[in-house]
């Protein structure tokens, strides 16, 4: 079954500004991951963290993770055209399977 | 390209039909798996394979579905007697034993028409 829920998903920016995505999820997870799918092809794998972890940064990307809350938020800085893509996040549990969320579309405009 | 092939990338076929899709993994992985996303939907998880064994399955994986990895390499889904609400994108996914991050492949969208 879909654990994560994505909020808002649906979001139209200006290139250059920054985009914040949310995530919920359910129950106690090992890691969280976010991944990116450009429209009809497969997933692209941008970051992951760790039930342990409560922030992460990679490039124009952060992360973050409240266990507390089941939630996490991924925020993409300084947006480009070549960021338009649907945005998922996804939980990870045993054998590592990952149960994704509905995703967010993300347009940015030039 | 994430190392990961599938084929076919497009598959149209009648109702009642059977189809079977490939993936090549990532060749050092030895982690497979198999998601269904329909449109506007996040993927789903369908099967697991770790070397040639299927060690996890899907209440979603009916009867009319069957995955096999022999020797621990490519895999193959097939879907028996299609229906139209098998109609969706097939993606395979690899992983290397003690890291977390999958690897997708294009997936193969199925139209059963």
């Known amino acids: 079954s879909q654990q994560g829920e994505e909020d808002p998903q649906a979001l139209s920016i200006q290139e250059g500004e920054n985009a914040t995505m949310n995530c919920s999820y359910k129950?106690?997870?090992?890691?969280l991951q976010w991944y990116r799918q450009n429209s009809g092809r497969g997933l692209v794998h941008l970051i992951l963290?760790?039930?342990?972890?409560r922030e992460k940064h990679s490039g124009r990307l952060r992360v973050t993770l409240d266990t507390s809350k089941k939630s996490s938020s991924l925020l993409i800085t300084a947006s480009r055209a070549a960021d338009t893509a649907s945005y998922f996040c996804?939980?990870?549990?045993?054998?590592?399977?990952?149960?994704f969320g509905k995703g967010n579309q993300v347009v940015v405009i030039p | 390209d994430t190392g990961v092939s599938q084929d076919p990338r497009h598959k149209i076929t009648k109702r009642g039909q059977n189809v079977t899709f490939r993936c090549d993994p990532i060749?050092?992985?030895?982690?497979l798996y198999w998601y269904r996303q329909t449109l506007g939907q996040g993927p789903e998880f369908l099967t697991y394979?770790?070397?040639?064994?299927?060690?996890?399955k899907s209440r979603l994986l009916s009867d009319r579905f069957s995955a096999e990895r022999p020797k621990g390499s490519f895999s193959t889904l097939e879907i028996q007697r299609t229906e139209q609400g098998d109609s969706a994108m097939y993606l395979c996914?690899?992983?290397?034993?003690?890291?977390?991050?999958?690897?997708f492949g294009p997936g193969t969208r199925l139209t059963v028409l």
């Open positions: 996804a939980t990870s549990y045993g054998n590592n399977r990952l149960a």
């Open positions: 129950t106690s997870i090992n890691n």
């Open positions: 963290i760790r039930s342990n972890e």
């Open positions: 060749s050092e992985h030895n982690r």
């Open positions: 394979f770790q070397n040639e064994a299927q060690l996890e």
């Open positions: 996914a690899s992983r290397m034993g003690g890291l977390d991050e999958q690897f």
